[in-house]
């Protein structure tokens, strides 16, 4: 698919077929993810899928809030997290590691955001659709999937096959959102 058609297609989907979702897809889709730029290459997110069956369904429930558990049915869940203390950082002359700016660890959802996004698209490649969720239990996700508490959980991300055509929201004049200095 043609890269501007693609970002065009790409929308946020909160409906999905009861349909499998291809481990091989999914696994290609978090190589390429790979490929996004990051501080230093120390490439710092992580991901932990939970793919099928009775725990992917109570995982849901347990982990995501609201209308989420409904708008992730039949999806398979991709949990964004990243590395903290690694982007973002410099090693100084005594081997510790300091903030190289005043974004210091921002840098890290910096670079997951860059990594989600890679991904996302990277899927609607493949002809699956995603729904990035920022609203979820982290505490529960942390426990459950057993995630280190060096890591910060940023995103729940619902992947699969999609069931509605989701509509594109009204976009912003770039009048409103870009400045150009001359």
Known sequence: MEFTELIVKR?????????????AVILEALKQA???????????????VVEAGDFLDGFRQRAL????????ENAVLIITTYVRGKEGFWENEA???????????KWGAYDLGLHD???ILALENAGLSSLIMGLRHSDVIRRELEIPEEEDIVSVIAVGHRDAEPVLGPRKPLEETVRFIK
């Open 95 to 105: 081997g510790q590691f300091e903030p190289a700016n005043e974004l210091g660890d």
């Open 117 to 119: 996004a890679y991904l």
């Open 65 to 72: 809030p609201g209308g989420n558990p409904k708008n992730a």
């Open 11 to 23: 929308r946020s989907c909160r409906k999905y077929a009861d349909k499998p979702v291809d481990h």
């Open 34 to 48: 790979q490929m996004a730029p990051s501080w230093r290459n120390h490439q710092c997110a992580r991901c932990y």
